[in-house]
Structure formats: C-alpha cells, structure tokens
C-alpha cells in the first residue's frame, strides 16, 4: 500500500480458519467461492489495510509476534494493541516474502473522514495526466550469494507478478476455452506463455487488446477488453456506449499504463547534445535473464471466485496448477 492510501477486504479474513472438507459447497458458493481452497475463513469482513509506516498509537503483542523468518507473519492474531487501553486493533505483517501490511481488525476500529481532505476521487482524464506507470522490472536485494555480505539482481516486479496473476484468471475465464491473443510487446512477453499453456490449441482464437484513458475507442466486434483499475476507487475502466455484458480484464493502473504507453529508452548512452524526444541518456534498466512468472496464489486466490471455474476445461487447469508451476508459469 502506498502511503496514505488504504483498501477494504469485503470477504472474512484472519481467524478462525475452516479446512474446505468441513464446508458445504453450497455455503461456498453464497460466498463467492466455486472451487476448493485450502481454507476459508470465518473471521470478521471489512478488514482495512493500511502501509505498516501509517499506523499510529499502537504496541506489539509480544506474545503474537511469531514469524517464520526475518519479522511477523500475522498468524497469531492481532499483534497491535492501543497504546491507551490495550485492546488488540490490528495485525502487522512484514516477515520475508510477505507483503508489508498492517491490517486493521474491524470490530475493533471505525473509519472516520479526515477534516479538509479532498473526497472527491480524480477523474480518468486527471489520471490520465498524471501517467503514472510502474515499472515492469526492479532491483531486489538479498543476503549471501555468490560472495560474503549483500548483493542485488534486477527482476520482474513482484507488483507485475500480483497484478498478472489477477488478469490470467480473468483472461481464462473470458475465454471460453478457446486461444486468446493479446497486443504485441511486453504484453505478449507477459501474457501469452501462459495462456498458450492453459488453454487448448486451435482456432479460432479470441482477441484481448488493451482499452482504457488515452486510447483510441475499441473495436464494437472486440469481447475482451484487458482495462485499467481506479486506484482510489477501485472501480474497473468502462469505454462509453459499450455493451456491459463486456467483462472487464482489470490491471492496476500503473501496470496498464505501462502496458499501453511502455516508457521509451536508449540502449545505449547517448554523447553529445540531447536530440529530441529523448528524455535521459542513460540506458533502460537491464531485462532479466529469467521468464516471467505469475504470482500462484493471486491467480488461485481470483480463478476460485469466479463463476467460470465450474466449467469442466477450467477446473481441470486449476488442478494442474502444480504442474504448471514446475514449468515455470507461476
């Protein structure tokens, strides 16, 4: 979470926990979920998630402070109480291969408007202006290696592999059981391996391109349509007089956005005066060496609530899951 932000968990989440075989699949199914997950929980709904460096007037729990490695990992419980009258307001989470969070219990805390804070969230064409994108590769540092003390690679970005992870599952229910194609570029680089690997071989295929703020209008005959998401609403990019039978593919906006408008860079160092158009002359962050891989449980967590996985052809991707994590896809 960037600072200042925050997001809303509409399902139950944190303790108590049930295994799928103590769940009716009706029961399941009221709740949005159509195929086996390892556990549900039944916990409280409305959970808020804010970035750790946003909390304020809290303690730790010792006695709820269990991680596996390097910090906490929230299984225990609240690990935060109030300062003033101890009673436990939140769960922070920020052990190793975790996303840091803190996630605020929500029979326990109420949200509250902020005196002079603008309410009103931007527009499209505001965000538009911004062009805010995310970059598809960063550095992640580590210890040990090849060598004594720290040292860095650069990688896809953990936020590319969530984010992804997300729109795979949408693009495979969307499909019908049929290929899909998506836009050339990063795009294919990102998407097409796998949906060559999940979805059967033939035509005629589907094609998905990508539609949202300061893209030409889509094509009337198009079904899939790969779109960005409001980061303060939430809400998924919809094209004006468009059919909304049309299922959105979401992609956070910095994602989309790099997708569509990839930021342009040199290959090598440029000498002498700066030509136009070009903004820096120092070359592009390296491409990693590795494939991109999907993020498992975000594509698991998305495929399982929605109503296209009751199809036969789909279950039977999501039980090979495991299979295709082997082949690197996730």
């Not at 998407?191 to 889509?218: I, K, M």
């Not at 960005?228 to 989309?256: C, F, K, M, S, Y």
């Amino acid at each position: 979470m960037e600072t200042g932000t925050f997001a809303v968990e509409p399902e139950p989440s944190g303790p108590p926990w049930r295994r799928w075989e103590e769940i009716d699949p009706d029961e399941a199914a009221a709740r949005g979920i159509y195929a086996p997950v390892h556990f549900l929980s039944d916990g409280a709904p409305g959970a808020v998630v804010i970035a750790p460096g946003d909390i304020r007037g809290t303690v730790l729990i010792p006695e709820k402070c269990g991680g596996y490695c390097c910090g906490l990992d929230g299984a225990d419980g609240p690990n935060l109480a109030c300062e003033t009258c101890g009673l436990p307001v939140a769960t922070r989470i920020d052990d190793c291969s975790l996303w840091q969070a803190v996630w605020l219990a929500p029979e326990a805390v109420r949200r509250r408007p902020v005196d002079g804070a603008d309410a009103a969230p931007l527009s499209w064409a505001d965000l538009a202006a911004e062009g805010r994108s995310t970059p598809p590769f960063e550095p992640i540092t580590g210890w040990g290696g090849p060598q004594l003390g720290s040292h860095h690679w650069w990688s896809w970005s953990p936020q590319w592999e969530a984010a992804t992870g997300r729109a795979l599952a949408h693009l495979l229910a969307e499909s019908g059981g049929r290929p899909v194609t998506v836009p050339g570029g990063l795009s294919t680089e990102v998407f097409q391996r796998g949906l060559d690997t999940l979805l059967p071989a033939g035509p005629p295929a589907r094609r998905a391109v990508l539609a949202g703020p300061g893209l030409p209008a889509p094509e009337a005959d198009l079904d899939i349509l790969i779109v960005p998401v409001h980061p303060q609403t939430g809400e998924n990019w919809a094209p004006p007089n468009r059919d909304a039978t049309v299922h959105p593919v979401p992609l956070p906006l910095g994602v989309w956005w790099w997708l569509a408008f990839p930021e342009p860079h040199l290959h090598a160092p440029a000498s002498g005066v700066m030509p136009d158009g070009v903004l820096r002359d120092d070359p592009g962050a390296p491409h990693p060496r590795s494939l991109f891989r999907h993020d498992a449980a975000v594509f698991h967590h998305t495929l399982v609530r929605l109503p296209a996985v009751r199809s036969q052809w789909l279950r039977e991707s999501l039980e090979k899951l495991t299979q295709d994590m082997r082949t690197r896809l996730f």
